[in-house]
């Protein structure tokens, strides 16, 4: 079955960068478009950043011009840079795979577990 496959999570002071990547198996990459969610303890998931099967990309406010989206195609897998880390950026970080997906935040067929970013104050 389809696999999607996190790391690159862990513990960062507030300022610092991370870089997450996912590994994705068992789908046709190049035509699926990937996006990363997040949850903090005590709330719901939400939508990060995400990127299209033609490159277009799109992120919620609170990440913008700090957290950047990208993908290599040959290598199957998803990267979140993440820049300027924030206390509030604490969270499980989560990528998904969807065919044409018209909205990220409709549902999204395939799920990692998660990958752990803590930033500390």
């Known amino acids: 079955q389809v696999q999607l496959v996190e790391s690159g999570g862990g513990l960062v002071q507030a300022g610092g960068s991370l870089r997450l990547s996912c590994a994705t198996s068992?789908?046709?990459?190049?035509?699926?478009?990937m996006g990363w969610f997040r949850q903090a303890p005590g709330k719901e998931r939400e939508f990060v950043a995400g990127i299209t099967s033609i490159d277009r990309t799109s992120s919620t406010d609170s990440v913008k011009g700090r957290f950047t989206v990208s993908k290599d195609n040959a290598k199957n897998t998803v990267y979140l840079q993440m820049n300027s880390l924030k206390p509030e950026d604490t969270a499980v970080y989560y990528c998904?795979?969807?065919?044409?997906?018209?909205?990220?935040?409709?549902?999204?067929?395939?799920w990692g577990k998660g990958t752990l970013v803590t930033v500390s104050s």
């Open positions: 068992r789908l046709t990459f190049s035509l699926y478009d």
């Open positions: 998904a795979a969807g065919y044409r997906v018209t909205d990220f935040n409709a549902g999204m067929p395939y």
